[in-house]
């Protein structure tokens, strides 16, 4: 084809994909027009999982009626003006191409009334044509409608997922912006799955309630601004204490200057500050604040603007590290003990038997990769184990050892652990050190599959049924996958409201807190763990969360419990995820590393 220019029609359409990429990111872009409007109220309806219908109404200022045409144009915006403004942008938005991309793809609705005017204008555009503009009496602030999503980009439609995921993405975006503003009155009233609310009081924690539920909003830590000097980075919010840990990091809200901000070096940081306070692979909750001088971030680096760069990493980096763990010292233990001693809550069981461990208090209960350095290097192991791992001619990857296939696993004799992480032993042919956590993990994988396909889940009944409050996310996910949840073994109900009753869970949990379980359970199968059937996100979430982890001392005979129950397994080389479980060092291999042949 000849290079030609695209009809304005094709080009605005392209354009509009990358900005709006579903229901989703439209709303987004909304909430923030009201939100840089200085709404105090926002109420967003769906139909449809907004493919049908969004309605986004709020009582911010409004737009002039001689200024309505233009803001569906693409870089109208009354929010920048110079190249200089964009060094410091205060606005949620800036670029002026909301309104033209969301009118470019569906049939847009427009009321508003501009504060200072006494009548308002309804607009109509539809696929990017204005089919009405006419006076119109209103409240003060705007009311836009959306209809039909993409209903001229059938390749944009197909790609959307299923009505309850559209809608839960919604969820996430409209409460990442109540827990930004707190003094902002949110709503959000989907025609399926759960309504929100936030309070607009102005609390966080308020919010935290009305998102993650009350139990987790009550046992959060304040993280208050050290009012030191004004040019630091200013951070405030709420972390979780280490016991309030979670499964992934989807707990983790960052805020720069109140914008929500996808971040791997922040999320870094807040992790780094939990280090040693907290199990391998677990995660806090957190909703973080950064207030920085505006000219110290970049907001214009990605089309959605959930990217932002730093001019002063470093500083920021340390800011949240320094303000979580001042955090973390000053309240944790307190909240520990009360829910130690109080005995009213469910946790209380779970809470004891693990509290100690994520408290360094016992050296051996569960090192932090530091504490295990140090203590390999008192046994005078770090250079062995650091040569181990780097050095060339110990490279025994599972590649050079091809797969064991089933009951070729030989029968091993367990001498020890290694790191409090890896079981040493010796096989007919040479040494093998096994991962226990990784090794366990295939063990239970197999049998939660085992049983669900025989649907013969071994259920273990409370005696009194464990109460949850489950956020919106866990919600639909229960809602949507019950029946697999259950032939897991769980029994649940609901209770009114976001509680539900626990009455039943998979023997194979065995001990601990029910409620926990289940959170945990569902949080790693919202992420997935890399499957791509539910089967196999639940039969991987209930092994995960039960696997032995890493630091854990175990006792000889645990060492050789584990060592028979991987022999028994199918495919016992590789965890779920395809990580060996295992490595072989052959003894051919020894007398050739030491110079026996
Ligand atoms: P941007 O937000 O980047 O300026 P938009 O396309 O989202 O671009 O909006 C264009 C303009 O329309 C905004 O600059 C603002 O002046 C006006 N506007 C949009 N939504 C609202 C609203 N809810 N209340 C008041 N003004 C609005
Ligand atoms: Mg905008």
């Given at each position: ?13 392209i ?24 709404a ?77 005017e006494?009548?308002g ?20 602030g ?21 009505v ?44 935290v ?38 499964a ?30 907290m ?32 001019r ?26 009360n ?8 946790s ?44 060339p ?39 093998y ?65 976001d ?16 409620a926990r ?7 790693l ?34 060492m ?38």
């Open positions: 084809m000849p290079i030609r220019l695209l009809r304005p029609d094709v080009s605005s359409k354009a509009a994909g990358e900005v709006i990429e579903r229901p989703a990111s439209a709303v987004k872009e909304l909430i923030e027009n009201s939100l840089d409007a200085g105090t109220r926002i109420s967003v309806e769906v139909r449809g999982g907004g493919s049908e219908l969004i309605r986004i109404s709020d009582n911010g200022v409004g737009i002039p009626a001689n200024e309505v045409e233009l803001a569906f144009q693409r870089f109208a915006t009354s929010k920048v003006s110079s190249v200089e403004d964009l060094d410091g942008i205060k606005t949620l938005g800036f670029r002026g191409e909301a309104l033209p991309s969301i009118s470019a793809v569906s049939r847009v609705t427009l009321v508003t009334r501009y504060e200072r006494s009548e204008t309804r607009f109509e555009v539809h696929d990017g044509e204005t089919v009405g503009n006419e006076p119109a009496g209103a409240p003060t705007t009311t836009i409608t959306v209809r039909q999503l993409f209903r001229n980009l059938p390749a944009r439609q197909k790609f959307l997922k299923t309850g995921t559209e809608i839960s993405r919604i969820q996430i975006a409209v409460t990442r912006y109540a827990l930004a503003y707190p003094e902002v009155r949110f709503e959000l009233n989907p025609d399926k799955g759960r309504k929100f609310a936030s309070p607009g009081t102005g609390d966080l924690r308020a919010v309630a009305a998102v993650y539920g009350l139990q987790n909003a009550e046992g959060m830590l304040d993280m208050t601004p050290s009012d030191e000097d004004d040019l630091s980075p200013m951070v405030w919010g709420l972390v979780s204490p280490p016991s309030m840990d979670r992934n990091r989807s707990y983790i809200c960052f805020f720069v200057n109140r914008r929500w901000v996808q971040n791997r070096f922040l999320s870094f940081a807040l992790e780094q500050a939990y280090h040693g306070f199990a391998e692979r677990r995660f806090p909750m957190g909703v973080v604040n950064i207030n920085l001088p505006y000219e110290d971030v970049d907001v214009n680096a990605h089309p959605a603007k959930a990217e932002v760069r730093f002063r990493e470093n500083q920021i980096f340390g800011a949240v590290q320094q303000a979580v763990r001042h955090a973390l010292v000053t309240y944790s233990p307190v909240p520990e003990v829910r130690l001693t109080s005995g009213h809550s469910p209380h069981a779970r809470t004891q038997a693990t509290s100690g461990a994520f408290w360094p208090t016992t050296p051996f209960a569960r090192p932090s990769p530091s504490e295990r350095d140090r203590l390999a290097e008192i046994a005078g192991w770090t250079s062995d184990h650091d040569a181990a791992q780097t050095h001619i110990a490279d025994v990857t599972p590649e050079s050892e091809p797969m064991i296939p089933k009951n070729a696993l030989p029968v091993l004799r367990v001498l020890g652990q290694v790191q409090t992480t890896y079981i040493v032993a010796e096989g007919p042919d040479g040494m050190l096994i991962d226990q956590h990784a090794a366990h993990e295939r063990v239970m994988f197999e049998r939660v599959q085992a049983q669900a396909v025989a649907s013969t889940p071994e259920i273990q009944s409370l005696l009194e049924p464990a109460v949850v409050q489950l956020n919106p996310e866990h919600q639909e996910l229960l809602e949507a996958q019950g029946e697999i949840i259950g032939s897991l073994g769980f029994a649940i109900e609901p209770f009114g409201g509680t539900f009753l626990i009455r039943g869970v998979p023997a194979l949990l065995g001990e601990g807190d029910p379980a289940l959170m945990d359970i569902l949080d199968m919202a992420d997935g763990g890399g499957f791509e059937s539910w089967e196999e996100r639940a039969a991987y979430s209930i092994a995960c969360h039960s696997a032995i982890r890493a630091g854990k001392v175990l006792s000889h005979q645990e050789m419990e584990l060592t028979r129950q991987l022999e028994d397994c199918v495919q016992p080389n590789t965890c779920p995820h395809g990580r060996p479980t295992m490595i072989h060092l052959s003894s051919s291999r020894l007398e050739r590393e030491f110079g026996r042949t």
